[in-house]
């Protein structure tokens, strides 16, 4: 037969079959004949060529399935069938559908997330060509001759301006090496269009190499991208603009192209769009970049702090284009070679810690065309963990699932056994089961991808929703997401549909001749009901490390948010501020302050008022220091101190806590001795059991050990997250109105720019209402170019400082409610049929004078005993899943009885509830009605 007969027989199946049917009829008659004339009677002939040819359905099915085309159609009719089956039992094929969708869309939502955070490429041009100049995303700078990352020693991830110009001009394997500004140490801008009179808007720009856009293969969507003579010294200042800030803070408005703005209050001309879904070479949670500005203009923007040609200042990130046929090995070595030559020709500014460790210092070159993503390395490991809790959840889908079918399959085994005695192959019968969960699957999968695209916009709200700023990823579905669904729902299909589909095959034509009821005792039916508590167990051994895991992590979050942060959130506020890109003369930033301070300390509700470099929980920055009479410190010794610069009224306006000596006070003016105060964990570190007040200290190298008096010691306080985890470090605070002078231009640069106060702190006690508006005010009276991004509480600040670990908890507990609402369903199910099954034994029990108590008592024994066995499993297994989360956990143990125990018990009532019903049902079992059942 030709195969367009054979396709053209699908669309006449009806005549195929008549067809067949005389053939076969035709081949009996002829088989008859036979036997007549080999001797026998005629109704013997008939007889035996019956039996010869067996049963005609069975073999005109047989001579169907022969034909692949034929086959295909029989598919379509048991999938046909099973719509029908589902139209007339829509709740059983909603609550599939929808467990289904739960699992299957919890873990497609996480997937999601892991393709746009640790799987995607940069939308560039061939990103397998790019490779980086470094193994780790670090933030934010260095201002040494000496790097470590992730604590490994003496690995160069971040490069001064001066190493980047060696690298491109001496290394003929790249085509093009680009430089860019690292992490979260974007140049904060105020814009507006020159001439305007409006309020000056804020962005983040980001430095970048005149070959940026051509390194990565990148055309100008509007206007043109920089070029090598943008980022030439005394070149006209020129900005590109992102896709997304043009559209979402501009409204794609085309006449921004080629006008001049004042940035920072320089004139700088608008040359171009970058194009859509380009976002730059850096991926973060925060700060995205909203303009990028040529290397050159840095010291327009910085003044005198800029790090453009300090060599200690480590600022840039490499990313560069091989050519063809580059060893990544042989690259990685002349690189080295490179850096080794440049650090000895920097021998004599190193200090003496520099000098022992600088040979030791390498470098590694990594591919390049995922580029630098922060948000990776904080996140990757959330998500697998999130990946982990989902799966578990898909399990436990799966599991409920094939208890439903499998409990609708002996239902309805009556049914089946009748189709084995008719003729039905055990083939036939596996593969309409399966294709019944297929079907199912598929329909499953389908819901799945609307849950993960809802569950996705979850997470990211969860994650990134306090940054205030625009994260480049998105929850929409891509190819990889659909074809990451469709493979989950293929292989959830096959796994619960393998126990259904076996279960099938394996019915009898002798239970139709029985009945319903009859074949419960037998050992098919003891198999079969082992099969759905086996399912239970695991269910509920699953639903127990989802739930112990989400409350160590539930119960972590709220150790860290009622830690001792070293001061009272209640009543304090913080307001971000930033008189840098607001062009205040470094000169009137003490008398600006000090307005600022008594404006707002005379609103009704203020109690007290004070600025600050870093206010707590806002983090900060570090550096080596020296103490006077002490001897240079060794390779390996740790002299690391934070430090701040704040207004006298700091300490009082966080509670005052000073142990020793005196605060910072309006005495401690540019006329008089430089002072500082020191924190707890300094007097401790540095000083041990001795008096500190007096001493004197200051910053790498040991020459400016005497630059500052220590005239106080204030209780430790949280000034980030990370306080809370690993403690608080050591940090001096040094009075706004002093200043002091170094011959070293690192020290020199961090010594301006950290008269720019960046945070309020406001103490007002009571939550009084309104006064947001009320310090905007004051605020635009005081200076109307003073830019001010938010006011939050501290407890809103405390908050977003562990946002992270929130996101992590609540999904946590979501997958965890989840999975005990899935593991409760399908508990109620094999009790409900176990009730079912057992009506005739409930019959005769109650005949005998079992009362309703007993029976019920029964029940609740069977599921209890399968929810046990889950419990012992559950428990050892959710305590192996503290241990590996064990570093995320603050202040919890992996086998805290507490929390296990609390599990446990909301397992058990959920048991408990899942098993009521089918209980009481058995309680109100008539027995004469049971007995005629059966």
Not at 63 to 87: E, H, I, K, P
Not at 492 to 517: D, L
């Amino acid at each position: 037969m030709s195969m367009w007969r054979r396709v053209r027989n699908l669309w006449r199946r009806g005549a195929v079959d008549a067809e067949i049917e005389v053939e076969l009829r035709a081949h009996i008659e002829m088989a008859g004949e036979d036997g007549v004339r080999s001797g026998m009677s005629e109704e013997e002939a008939r007889r035996v060529a019956r039996l010869r040819f067996g049963n005609p359905v069975v073999m005109r099915e047989k001579t169907v399935g022969a034909d692949a085309a034929l086959g295909l159609d029989g598919l379509w009719r048991d999938v046909r069938y099973t719509l029908r089956q589902m139209r007339k039992a829509p709740g059983f094929a909603a609550v599939v559908i929808v467990t289904l969708a739960l699992g299957i869309g919890a873990t497609t939502a996480i997937f999601t997330l892991i393709d746009q955070v640790m799987l995607r490429s940069l939308p560039v041009t061939k990103p397998q060509e790019l490779w980086r100049v470094g193994d780790s995303a670090d933030c934010c700078y260095s201002d040494g001759y000496t790097q470590s990352s992730d604590g490994s020693q003496n690995d160069w991830n971040l490069f001064s301006w001066e190493t980047y110009r060696l690298f491109r001009f001496h290394t003929p394997a790249f085509e093009e090496l680009a430089a860019f500004q690292v992490g979260e140490g974007n140049a904060e801008l105020a814009l507006r269009r020159a001439g305007s009179t409006a309020p000056a808007g804020t962005g983040n720009g980001e430095y970048v190499s005149g070959n940026f856009f051509r390194t990565f293969g990148i055309s100008a969507w509007r206007g043109r991208l920089f070029s090598d003579n943008d980022d030439q010294e005394g070149a006209a200042p020129v900005a590109v603009m992102s896709f997304h800030t043009w559209q979402e803070k501009y409204g794609a408005d085309p006449s921004v192209l080629g006008a001049t703005y004042e940035i920072n209050g320089h004139a700088f001309t608008m040359v171009g769009i970058a194009p859509p879904g380009f976002f730059g070479a850096k991926i973060d949670d925060n700060d995205m970049p909203d303009f990028w500005l040529p290397l050159a203009t840095e010291p327009l923007i910085a003044g005198g702090s800029t790090r453009l040609k300090d060599p200690r200042a480590a600022w840039l990130d490499l990313i560069g284009r091989v050519r063809p046929g580059t060893n990544s090995r042989a690259l990685e070595a002349r690189l080295d070679v490179e850096l080794h030559g440049w650090l000895a020709s920097h021998v004599g500014d190193m200090t003496a810690q520099e000098k022992a460790l600088w040979q030791k210092q390498t470098l590694h070159v990594t591919p390049g065309g995922a580029g630098v993503s922060l948000m990776r390395e904080n996140y990757k490991g959330d998500l697998r963990l999130l990946l982990a809790a989902a799966v578990c959840v898909l399990l436990v889908a799966c599991a409920n699932i094939a208890n439903l079918l499998l409990a609708r399959g002996l239902r309805n085994r009556q049914q089946t056994a009748v189709r084995a005695a008719l003729g039905a192959t055990r083939l036939q019968l596996v593969r309409k089961a399966l294709i019944e969960s297929a079907v199912l699957a598929a329909m499953g999968g389908a819901a799945g991808i609307a849950v993960a695209y809802a569950g996705a916009q979850l997470i990211l709200h969860l994650a990134f929703s306090g940054t205030g700023s625009w994260v480049p990823v998105s929850a929409a579905p891509s190819m990889p997401m659909l074809l990451f669904a469709l493979s989950i729902s293929a292989i959830t299909g096959g796994i619960f549909g393998t126990a259904p589909a076996w279960m099938t095959s394996h019915a009898e034509p002798i239970e139709a001749m029985r009945g319903a009821n009859r074949s419960m005792g037998s050992q098919a039916g003891g198999h079969r009901f082992r099969v759905q508590t086996a399912l239970v167990i695991v269910q509920a051994a699953a639903s127990l490390v989802l739930l112990g895991t989400a409350a160590m992590l539930g119960q972590s979050l709220r150790n860290l948010e009622h830690q001792n942060l070293g001061f009272d959130p209640a009543g304090r506020y913080l307001v971000s501020i930033d008189p840098k890109i607001s062009s205040v003369p470094q000169q009137q930033l003490v008398p600006l302050f000090r307005t600022v301070e008594d404006r707002l300390g005379a609103l009704p509700a203020v109690r007290s008022v004070s600025a600050a470099l870093h206010a707590p929980m806002t983090g900060g920055w570090g550096h080596e220091i020296r103490i006077e009479g002490r001897p240079e410190p060794g390779p390996r010794d740790d002299s690391w101190s934070g430090w701040n610069r704040v207004m006298p009224g700091y300490f009082r306006t966080l509670g005052d806590r000073i142990l020793m000596g005196r605060p910072i006070t309006d005495e401690d003016n540019a006329t008089t001795r430089r002072v500082a105060v020191v924190n707890e964990a300094f007097a401790k570190k540095f000083f041990g059991k001795e008096n500190p007040i007096g001493r004197h200290f200051g910053p790498a190298p040991a020459i400016n050990a005497g630059v500052y008096e220590i005239v106080g010691v204030t209780g430790d306080m949280a000034w980030d997250s990370s306080s809370v985890w690993n403690g608080v470090e050591p940090m001096y605070f040094l009075p706004e109105a002093q200043n002091a002078q170094f011959a070293e231009a690192d020290l020199e640069a961090r010594e301006l720019w950290s008269h720019y106060l960046y945070n309020l702190v406001i103490w007002a006690p009571g939550n009084p209402a309104g006064l947001e508006p009320e310090v905007k005010s004051a605020l635009a009276d005081i200076d109307p170019g003073l830019v001010m991004y938010d006011m939050q509480s501290y407890s809103d600040v405390i908050g977003g400082g562990f946002a992270q670990q929130n996101m992590i908890a609540s999904l946590t507990w979501l997958f965890g409610a989840v999975g005990l609402m899935l593991a409760a369903v399908g508990l109620y199910g094999v009790t409900a049929y176990g009730v079912e099954q057992r009506t005739g034994e409930i019959g005769v029990r109650m005949a005998l004078g079992a009362n309703r108590g007993s029976v019920v008592g029964m029940v609740l024994r069977g599921t209890f005993l399968q929810v046990g066995i889950g419990l012992t499993l559950g428990i050892p297994a959710a305590i192996g899943a503290g241990r590996m989360i064990a570093s995320r956990l603050y202040g919890v143990r992996p086998w805290d009885p507490l929390i296990l125990g609390g599990a446990a018990l909301l397992l058990g009532l959920a048991a408990l509830a899942a098993a009521a019903i089918p209980a009481r049902r058995a309680a109100s079992v008539d027995p004469m009605q049971a007995l005629r059942s059966e």
